[in-house]
């Protein structure tokens, strides 16, 4: 079935510094790729779509200029915590889509927990 | 808006018993249903999903049924085991011009009793 890779499974990073999360179908091609967060005992809360070659979309209340998403290939999306602060800790989870009707669903990563100290 | 509410927030049930939860949706044109498990530290895994063009699909002991028109669907799980704790979500599309997003419930916390 399909597999989706995220890396790192966990993080933990000094105030101010800038951390990258990749996530890579490794078996399909991901025509959208969300980013999720997700707090301890709550849901996943989608903070942004992104569809290879363009821009994401972020979800209001989302600072693109602090959580960057790019999404180069069909296989690899990156979104990076810039000057991250001890509230950016939480658990983040990228899924990426197929749109391929044999195969159509959505598959998530791993997650990554990110925490900042 | 796009909304997708869950029902109950929390579930416990013995062993061997069934448990239902039950997911509301707001798009009408949402096509696609799937249901996840969330064990603790780890991402959602798919259990079951439903297309919009069928009321019921099983699989075991699990058991989805959709109804378009109230635009809610359920999951069933018969036999429960102790392994089958764990949080459960449902999640909805809100389908876009270009591309659908994945809205997902708040969760339902299932507790299974031995």
């Known amino acids: 079935g399909a597999v989706v890779s995220q890396h790192p499974s966990w993080v933990i990073c000094k105030s101010g510094t800038s951390v990258k999360i990749e996530c890579r179908s490794l078996d399909f091609q991901a025509t959208t790729m969300f980013w999720y967060r997700q707090f301890p005992k709550q849901s996943l809360m989608l903070m942004a779509t992104?569809?290879?070659?363009?821009?994401?979309?972020?979800e209001q209340g989302v600072e693109k200029d602090k959580f960057l998403i790019n999404h180069a290939s069909l296989t690899l999306s990156t979104l990076t915590v810039t000057s991250a602060h001890p509230e950016d800790s939480s658990f983040y989870i990228c899924?990426?889509?197929?749109?391929?009707?044999?195969?159509?669903?959505?598959?998530f990563g791993s997650g990554t927990r990110l925490t900042v100290v | 808006g796009e909304n997708v509410e869950q029902h109950p927030s929390t579930l416990s049930v013995q062993e061997g018993d069934s448990a239902v939860i039950k997911c509301t949706y707001s798009?009408?044109?949402?096509?696609?249903f799937p249901w996840y498990k969330q064990e603790l530290g780890k991402g959602p895994q798919l259990i079951i999903d439903i297309r919009s063009n069928v009321g019921e699909k099983k699989d075991q002991r699990i058991a989805v049924t959709l109804n378009k028109t109230a635009k809610h669907f359920s999951l069933h799980i018969t036999e429960t085991q102790p392994e089958d704790s764990a949080v459960y979500f449902c999640a909805a599309p809100v389908v876009l011009a270009s591309y659908d997003k994945v809205i997902f419930g708040p969760g339902t916390s299932l507790s299974v009793i031995p």
């Open positions: 899924s990426a889509g197929s749109a391929d009707p044999l195969n159509y669903g959505y598959t």
């Open positions: 992104s569809n290879e070659g363009s821009k994401a979309t972020y």
């Open positions: 798009d009408s044109a949402s096509n696609y």
